[in-house]
T-cell receptor, first 114, second 117 residues
Framework: AQSVSQHNHHVILSEAASLELGCNYS??????LFWYVQYPGQHLQLLLK??????LVKGIKGFEAEFIKSKFSFNLRKPSVQWSDTAEYFC????????????FGGGTRVLVKP | GAVVSQHPSRVICKSGTSVKIECRSL??????MFWYRQFPKQSLMLMAT?????????EQGVEKDKFLINHASLTLSTLTVTSAHPEDSSFYIC?????????????FGSGTRLTVV
């Protein structure tokens, strides 16, 4: 069965600091990878996704993620965060062999201090 | 872009009653819909997957008789929590996936906060 782990449960940082959130998955076959953001009181929004091609994916709001197949990782990065980036971030994986199912990591709560 | 509408956003019901939650894809045909449950400060747990016109596939540990899922059309899926109890209080989220070329996108509804008293 596919599983997804996010290493950091909580991250606190100041504005303009760089952010990197780790995500590892367990499945060895072909995967589609996603990062979602959930702002307080709002629904999940897609930040970026990887299906194939360039392993460095650029998303919205200045976020990017790098797929490293050998490490089964899909870490999310942002060079300089803003207070408005305070949210919960979820990594999700869809393994081709699992059909349409999307499996979520435990989430990382990010607090950006002004 | 793709939009999924989920209603109601909040519902409070008495223990023993049933509650229906609707999930609609507004501008695309959702061949597959997913229902998740999210406990406070936790991740989304997949409850079931439903394909239009067929029975839902439930995840292990999810009671199919308690959480009735209907996916009667390509734009509507419903989740009915039957004989609700306080332990069913949670945040329920639907997601829809449509085949739009090679984009295997998942679009999420805004969620329904269910409180059973």
């Amino acid at each position: 069965a596919q599983s997804v782990s996010q290493h950091n449960h909580h991250v606190i940082l100041s504005e303009a600091a760089s952010l990197e959130l780790g995500c590892n998955y367990s499945y060895g076959g072909t995967v589609n990878l996603f990062w979602y953001v959930q702002y307080p009181g709002q629904h999940l929004q897609l930040l970026l996704k990887y299906f194939s091609g360039d392993p460095l994916v650029k998303g919205i709001k200045g976020f990017e993620a790098e797929f490293i197949k050998s490490k089964f990782s899909f870490n999310l990065r942002k060079p300089s965060v803003q207070w408005s980036d305070t949210a919960e971030y979820f990594c999700a994986v869809n393994a081709k062999a699992a059909g349409n199912k999307l499996t979520f990591g435990g989430g990382t709560r990010v607090l950006v201090k002004p | 872009g793709a939009v999924v509408s989920q209603h109601p956003s909040r519902v409070i019901c008495k223990s023993g009653t049933s509650v229906k939650i609707e999930c609609r894809s507004l501008d695309f045909q959702a061949t597959t819909m997913f229902w998740y449950r999210q406990f406070p400060k936790q991740s989304l747990m997949l409850m079931a997957t439903s394909n239009e016109g067929s029975k839902a596939t439930y995840e292990q540990g999810v009671e199919k008789d308690k959480f009735l899922i209907n996916h009667a059309s390509l734009t509507l899926s419903t989740l009915t929590v039957t004989s609700a109890h306080p332990e069913d209080s949670s945040f329920y989220i639907c997601s829809a996936r449509g085949d739009r070329g090679g984009d295997y996108g998942y679009t999420f509804g805004s969620g329904t906060r269910l409180t059973v008293v």
